[in-house]
T-cell receptor, first 110, second 114 residues
Framework: LAKTTQPISMDSYEGQEVNITCSHN???????ITWYQQFPSQGPRFIIQ???TKVTNEVASLFIPADRKSSTLSLPRVSLSDTAVYYC???????????FGPGTRLSVLP | EAGVAQSPRYKIIEKRQSVAFWCNPI?????LYWYQQILGQGPKLLIQ????????DSQLPKDRFSAERLKGVDSTLKIQPAKLEDSAVYLC????????????FGSGTRLTVV
């Protein structure tokens, strides 16, 4: 299982772009990189998933360098409602192959 | 589409009592998971079902925890007897078979053991 390392917490201001980097030095060839967002009293919510280069959807972008040993979740122009815990997972398939770490607690300030 | 439904939303029990949680996954999702999330930590997988069969229960404390998924749809997770350290949020998630595109989680059941 690929182990991930992310910052424990980050602060930002409304309207700024936020980049959260996750390190996964022992990522395997078949592993995908998946990010989840979790608000208090709710289950995690899928944000984005990628394998290499760049993936973009309506809420975020995911940048993955060629060596795939790290990845960066980019949230454009954050708002107060983006205050949450963000988890980076690395694995293939499902279940036990994806392990949640402690996540990054993002606080967006007015 | 309807999300993953869980009940009850909250539960408070005394240690050594038993408790059961219920989960109804998204229609058509063959894979169902139960996670335990202790305050301040990420979710930890307890058990994974594929239809009504267990795929992985390696982290399920089988001396006190049990789970079933009859008919490959709804699932129940039971704890008997409960310990103080079982206080956590119990999350149910579902996904399409062989999906690499993430799971859909329910809102969870917050269990407090006193």
């Amino acid at each position: 299982l690929a182990k991930t390392t992310q910052p424990i917490s980050m602060d930002s201001y409304e309207g700024q772009e936020v980049n959260i980097t996750c390190s996964h030095n022992n990522i395997a060839t078949n592993d995908y990189i998946t990010w989840y967002q979790q608000f208090p009293s709710q289950g995690p919510r899928f944000i984005i998933q990628g394998y290499k280069t760049k993936v973009t959807n309506e809420v975020a972008s995911l940048f993955i360098p060629a060596d795939r040993k790290s990845s960066t979740l980019s949230l454009p122009r954050v708002s107060l409602s983006d205050t949450a815990v963000y988890y980076c997972l690395v694995g293939y398939g499902y279940g036990q192959n994806f392990v949640f770490g402690p996540g990054t607690r993002l606080s967006v300030l007015p | 589409e309807a999300g993953v439904a869980q009940s009850p939303r909250y539960k408070i029990i005394e240690k050594r009592q038993s408790v059961a949680f219920w989960c109804n996954p998204i229609s058509g999702h063959a894979t169902l998971y139960w996670y335990q999330q202790i305050l301040g930590q990420g979710p930890k997988l307890l058990i994974q079902f594929q239809n009504n069969g267990v795929v992985d229960d390696s982290q399920l404390p089988k001396d006190r925890f049990s789970a079933e998924r009859l008919k490959g749809v709804d699932s129940t997770l039971k704890i008997q007897p409960a310990k103080l350290e079982d206080s956590a949020v119990y999350l149910c998630a579902s996904s399409l078979s062989n999906s690499n595109y993430g799971y859909t989680f329910g809102s969870g059941t917050r269990l407090t053991v006193v």
